[in-house]
């Protein structure tokens, strides 16, 4: 019963994978004094057996480390874990960063970094990856040819069988899905999945929609995501219901 009580309360765990000492100071210390709970692990290694015994609610990823790609490392998180992942890497081109997206990273960040943005960028994915509170969950079915998709139990189906997202996944099918039919800018998707702080980050969302493509779109079928050229996306309208733009200012 203790070990419950002690479980339930304890404070929110961050994973750090980052080999440099004087990094894992500032983050591990400024991390300390609000509140949070931070393992270390130097090697890719070590990271995946943390990630086992430690369940962190957070992972910063560094992509430069001794004896395994950081990207590798990143997809083998992604696998095991749903966990949320920020990557934290002076790697600052445009193609690290999609790399890095497209091994299942929810964010990606440059050092050298300010702590007041790390802060901010950790708790806009909390919110995101973060299980979903069980008190009286709403039921809400959204279908579309074999697709279903359950908005209170966050489960998404085709033809009956599971298809398993990453929260960050579901948030922004989520948001496409009960917009249907409507045309979503690159900035609203943004500001609605990933935070007020991220619009000008629009290669997320292109990489998160071919990511959302990849699993509910069978070869050759109808796409369920339409792109609309240098505005945004939408997801298939109900038969006989025309595409509309999303309301103004999104």
């Known amino acids: 019963m203790a070990e419950r009580a002690a479980d339930a309360v ?6 750090l994978i980052e ?14 004094v609000r509140g949070f709970d931070t393992v270390v692990s130097p090697d890719g290694e070590r990271a ?15 992509l430069t480390l001794p004896e395994i790609d ?9 696998e095991r874990s749903a ?51 069980t008190s009286t969950p709403v039921r809400q079915l959204i279908t579309a040819g074999e697709l279903a998709i359950d908005l209170g139990a966050q489960v998404v189906t085709r033809a009956g069988e599971p298809v398993h997202l990453t929260p960050t996944e579901f948030a922004l099918l989520r948001e496409l899905a009960t917009n ?8 609203h998707l943004l500001r609605r999945v990933w935070g007020p702080g991220y619009a000008t980050e629009t290669e997320y969302v292109r990489v998160y929609v071919r990511r959302l493509r990849a699993k509910l779109e069978p070869p050759g079928a109808a796409p369920l995501i339409v792109t609309q050229p240098r505005f945004g996306y939408c997801f298939v309208a109900e038969r006989g219901e025309p595409v509309s733009p999303a309301d103004a200012g999104t």
């Open 83 to 133: 966990v949320g992942i920020i990557v934290v890497s002076a790697r600052g081109g445009e193609r690290d960063k999609v790399t890095a997206l497209n091994m299942g990273a929810d964010d990606y960040l440059t050092k050298p970094f300010s702590i007041e943005e790390l802060l901010a960028r950790i708790m806009a994915t909390l919110r995101r990856t973060r299980a979903p509170s």
């Open 180 to 187: 249907r039919g409507k045309l979503l800018t690159h900035a």
């Open 10 to 15: 304890r404070a929110t765990r961050a994973l």
């Open 70 to 78: 950081g990207f590798e490392l990143c997809r083998e998180l992604r």
């Open 48 to 62: 995946l057996q943390l990630l086992e015994t430690e369940a962190p609610d957070i992972v910063l990823l560094d």
């Open 19 to 32: 080999d440099d000492p004087n990094i894992v100071d500032l983050i591990r210390s400024n991390l300390s």
